[in-house]
T-cell receptor
Framework: SAVISQKPSRDICQRGTSLTIQCQVD?????MFWYRQQPGQSLTLIAT?????????ESGFVIDKFPISRPNLTFSTLTVSNMSPEDSSIYLC????????????FGSGTQLSVL | ELKVEQNPLFLSMQEGKNYTIYCNYS?????LYWYRQDPGKSLESLFV???NGAVKQEGRLMASLDTKARLSTLHITAAVHDLSATYFC?????????WGAGTKLIIKP
């Protein structure tokens, strides 16, 4: 199993500002995944964060808007830049189990509201 | 493109009743997951189904997988209020998970 510490748990931000979300894992993992969950919706993958290389972004998400850092195998950050009310969502980081093909473990989530 | 469809999307039921949530997916996959999400919370893993015919049970929940039919079911037996939540299925595709839309389950006393 993996234990993920995600912070902040929630924030209320002003339009045009940026917020950085942090995830710390209690073990080394190859890939970390960042998801967005808009109110009442399912999960949408934003990007996969790989240590030592640029993140891989899904269609509709770009690095300028959602820059990601992955300085080591236990830590990653996601920044939501130049926020607008449409960015109000829950943001979740997740990792696979140790063998790489196990279920996803999730952080506790960051509930973001943009005014 | 792999698609995952859940139904129903919303289910309101009485305590003590049985019901089934269905998860269909469009291409071959041999790994399917069920998760639970309480309002405002993160996701909790319920079941991992790894092979055709797999059946797993935990309390009042039982999940099964038919890879030939590309169908998984999550069966609720004698529902209780504490099972009220949103349930998601997800299917493995190239080390990513493709998610269903979720089934919001409300169980009334």
């Amino acid at each position: 199993s993996a234990v993920i510490s995600q912070k902040p748990s929630r924030d209320i931000c002003q339009r045009g500002t940026s917020l950085t979300i942090q995830c710390q894992v209690d073990s080394q993992v190859t890939m970390m995944f960042w998801y967005r969950q808009q109110p009442g919706q399912s999960l949408t993958l934003i990007a996969t964060a790989n240590q030592g290389s640029e993140a891989t972004y899904e269609s509709g998400f770009v690095i300028d808007k959602f820059p990601i850092s992955r300085p080591n195998l236990t830590f990653s950050t996601l920044t939501v830049s130049n926020m607008s009310p449409e960015d109000s969502s829950i943001y979740l980081c997740s990792v696979r189990g140790a063998s790489g093909n196990e279920k996803l473990f999730f952080g506790s989530g960051t509930q973001l509201s943009v005014l | 493109e792999l698609k995952v469809e859940q139904n129903p999307l919303f289910l309101s039921m009485q305590e003590g009743k049985n019901y089934t949530i269905y998860c269909n997916y469009s291409t071959t996959s041999d790994r399917l997951y069920w998760y639970r999400q309480d309002p405002g919370k993160s996701l909790e893993s319920l079941f991992v189904l790894l092979s055709n015919g797999a059946v797993k049970q935990e309390g009042r929940l039982m999940a099964s997988l038919d890879t030939k039919a590309r169908l998984s079911t999550l069966h609720i037996t004698a529902a209780v209020h504490d099972l009220s939540a949103t349930y998601f299925c997800a299917v493995d595709s190239n080390y990513q998970l493709i998610w269903g839309a979720g089934t919001k389950l409300i169980i009334k006393p």
